[in-house]
């Protein structure tokens, strides 16, 4: 599943004349439009092979029934939920619902969800979720992850974040959505640190370890942690290492002045938030630098500045542009 929205209910599927019916091996693709079906299809193909391949270091052989994926494309939010229940090791009663423009549903919400199935698979067992859902996000496209490291980055030290013992051992999503996005974006941080550090095939004999033993000893044998504390630990320090280094490849000038409302409000408000993401920040009165003001031609205030390893890369009045050109930048 992924968190994003609550799933649009889909119209009824059964006797709908404009739906098409596209089969693979593994799976059959109900979806409105005939080209993005077989895209669909040919794409759970591909992942269920790679994925199954690279996680496993084996493929899987076909299912018995294929699964179900029930498409609903537009311009929404990707999201996707898939289904399946165990019985005594078996894997039974697959079904896929997702949404989505056609981009997010193959780049991220289909490899995202097949990765759930092959897991299923594989384990044949329900896994904790922190560990299913930070693997299949790490299969996600690269603009759908940025906004999930950023939440987890956001609910440090706050009362929202989710103790590392607890979320470890969570089998159910929190009865809240709000929550249910915490849950995501920790289990996240912390599955992308493990899986970049040994690699996928390693992260899932983590996760075998885990259930034959208990979480400290799963850490200690695959990745030399003395516990989970520590794991967690290690997880941050390294986010939060490539995020000031970044950072601190921009250096931003603002000229104000104090009878300036709006230089005001931004100080107050936006100055602390790029601070916070380790921005360096000068603060220049226009009035006692005006030679540099003129040399920089600011016509208005607040005018920012905004350097790249020193060299200097645009200079913008709205403050909104800023966000939003650095937000591009990293
Ligand atoms: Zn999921």
């Known amino acids: 599943m992924r968190y994003f929205l609550l799933l649009l209910p889909l119209l009824l599927f059964e006797g709908d004349a404009g739906l098409f019916e596209y089969r693979t091996k593994n799976f059959t693709v109900f979806c409105r439009d005939a080209t993005l079906a077989v895209q669909i299809g040919e794409a759970a193909e591909y992942y269920r092979d790679k994925h199954a391949r690279e996680w496993l270091g084996h493929s899987i052989p076909n299912w018995y029934a294929p699964c179900p994926i029930r498409v609903n494309a537009g311009e929404y939010a990707g999201g996707g939920a898939t289904t399946f229940s165990f019985d005594q090791g078996q894997v039974f009663g697959w079904d896929m619902q997702v949404q989505g423009t056609q981009q997010s549903l193959l780049e991220s919400v289909i490899p995202h969800e097949v990765l759930h199935t092959v897991f299923a698979s594989h384990f ?10 930070g693997a299949a996000t790490y299969e996600e496209d690269e603009v759908e992850k940025r906004p999930i490291r950023e939440l987890a980055r956001e609910v440090v030290g706050t009362e929202r974040q989710i103790p590392i013992r607890k979320l470890l051992k969570m089998q159910n999503y929190p009865d809240n959505m709000g929550g249910i996005a915490v849950l995501y974006a920790q289990g996240f941080y912390l599955a992308e640190y493990l899986i970049d550090r040994e690699g996928k095939q390693e992260f899932v004999h ?7 033993t208990d979480w400290d000893t799963a850490f200690r044998t695959h990745y030399g942690f003395k ?6 630990t290690a997880a941050w320090q390294k986010h939060s290492a490539s995020d000031q280094k970044l950072a601190s490849r921009y250096e931003i000038r603002m000229f104000t002045s104090p009878d300036c409302s ?6 107050r408000k936006l100055l602390p938030e790029l601070r916070a993401k ?4 000068k603060v220049l009165d226009y009035d006692r630098n005006l030679d540099l003001a003129r040399k920089e031609n600011v016509i208005g205030l607040p005018t920012y500045i905004i350097y790249e390893n020193g060299k200097r890369i645009a200079k913008l009045r ?4 800023l966000s939003s050109l650095l937000r591009r930048r990293h």
């Open 318 to 321: 709205e403050s909104h542009a």
């Open 227 to 232: 516990n989970q504390e520590a794991a967690y």
């Open 124 to 133: 044949r067992r329900p896994l904790p979720r922190w560990a299913d859902e």
């Open 262 to 267: 709006k230089c005001e409000e931004d100080r």
């Open 278 to 281: 380790g921005l360096i920040v």
């Open 206 to 212: 983590f996760l075998e370890t885990a259930h034959q």
